[in-house]
């Protein structure tokens, strides 16, 4: 019998998550983001149950090349652009709008030779300070990319820092506004905006971590009633039961002493298959439905829970790590992260099934 943990990825959660997305920004085009193979869900597993979007959104040009052999016909964006001058070829085969956040890749397009001319968004650094043009230079290299025959159209782009926390867009969008852009297309909404601030939506929309069911904040709270529907759930089993006194010690580090006698399990999860080897003593699991909790450390094939509020758990009872019944954010807060690193660590040797 092959060992018993399991990862789950629904693909109605994709169409539910995705409709809930589409009314959120009624007004604007969506970019489903479906960078790191789809937030480590499998981009092969997942696209077709997105094909309702409007365009896909990634980094990986082998990725890009994926959809379109497997028969994508929509826009694909680039989401950092291009980072060799023969990317562009593989950019104009395969129809693909890129990203351009630096002056080299503006002037790379400029003197390449393209047989059509291709789509470009127009990076602007709002604020983030990670990539993308100054505001006072933007509007020069607008005006020198509309006059750039290697390029169609040309669309502002930019990104929140905050538009998931109290700081909020209002800086960012004071600069974006103060540009008086109208004349192009704007794509600024990353899943914070999508949810809490409207006024972002404008033309595209980049939802990227809302399309897996978990929170842009972190924090399931802040979205747990928005409807959204967890993407992956990962389960595995009890393997062994231990009744301990008190006094016991459990795991590496001994990290964890029993203060009454107790009755713990054993589950087949740690750290080598993406589990948070950071999550300390009383992260959140569920067995056979019931809310319990880790004891001790996480260890590289294996971690243990108490099964004090499930008495009648024992080998081969299920265990689920996150997912349907409990949010990744959640056990992701307890562990010091967010669940955006647990959902794209799942480890390779984690078996997927697709429902």
């Not at 983030?128 to 159209?153: Q, T």
């Not at 960012?172 to 506004?177: G, L």
């Not at 039961?241 to 010690?249: I, S, W």
């Not at 997912?323 to 992701?332: F, Q, S, T, W, Y």
Request: aromatic content about 8%.
């Amino acid at each position: 019998m092959p060992r018993p943990i399991l990862a789950t990825i629904s693909l109605d959660a994709f169409r539910h998550n995705l409709a809930v997305i589409r009314q959120k920004a009624c007004g604007s085009k969506i970019w489903s983001v479906v960078k790191a193979n789809a937030y480590g869900h499998g981009l092969d597993r997942i696209w077709q149950s997105l094909t309702q979007t409007d365009g896909f959104a990634l980094l990986d040009l082998d990725e890009a090349i994926y959809l379109r052999e497997n028969g994508w016909q929509g826009p694909i964006l680039l989401l950092e652009g291009f980072f060799k001058l023969s990317d562009l070829q593989i950019i104009n085969e395969y129809s693909l709008t890129t990203a351009v956040h630096s002056l080299w890749q503006l002037e790379a397009i400029e003197k390449s030779r393209l047989d059509k001319p291709i789509d470009i968004y127009l990076k602007l650094n709002s604020g983030m300070n990670r990539l993308g043009f100054e505001p006072e230079e933007y509007p020069m290299l607008v005006s020198r990319a509309n006059g750039i025959k290697n390029i169609n159209s040309v669309t502002l782009m930019s990104h929140f820092a905050n538009s998931d926390n109290e700081v909020g867009i209002d800086e960012q969008m004071a600069i974006i506004e103060h540009l008086k852009m109208e004349s192009l297309p704007h794509c600024l909404a990353n899943s914070g905006a999508v949810l809490w601030h409207p006024r972002t939506h404008r033309d595209w929309v980049r939802p990227g971590i809302v399309l897996y069911g978990a929170s842009p904040s972190g924090k399931w709270r802040d979205i747990a009633d928005v409807g959204l529907k967890a993407a992956m759930t990962l389960q595995s089993e009890i393997i062994a039961v231990h009744e301990l006194p008190a006094g016991r010690k459990i795991g590496y580090g001994s990290r964890y002493t029993t203060k009454r006698a107790m009755r713990v399990g054993t589950v087949a999860c740690g750290y080598a298959d993406g589990y948070p080897r950071h999550a300390p003593t009383g992260t959140p699991v569920m067995v056979n439905g019931v809310r319990t909790q880790l004891l001790g450390a996480i260890s590289m094939d294996m971690l243990t829970v108490d099964l004090t509020p499930c008495p009648q758990a024992d080998i081969g009872s299920v265990v689920e790590l996150w997912g349907e019944n409990l949010p990744v954010d959640e056990v992701a807060e307890s562990a010091g992260t967010i669940g955006y690193e647990l959902l794209c660590a799942l480890a390779k040797r984690v078996p997927v099934t697709v429902i």
